[in-house]
């Protein structure tokens, strides 16, 4: 194999990973931004239930 052929496959490699590292942070960036809607409304559901609930039962 010559050269020219060696340094293409080594660069369809790196793209190859490349490709795999960014699908891996598009992964984590959606599972981050699913875990921040899931706290914040559990935070806006505790703070409905001190708001709405709490009063009407004398507390």
Known sequence: MGTGCTLQMEMLR???????RNEAFDVMTNFI?????S??????NIALIYTFYLPLCGQ
């Open 14 to 20: 790196l793209q190859s990973l490349s490709n795999k």
């Open 33 to 37: 931004k699913k875990m921040q809607d």
């Open 39 to 44: 706290r914040s409304s559990i935070v806006g």
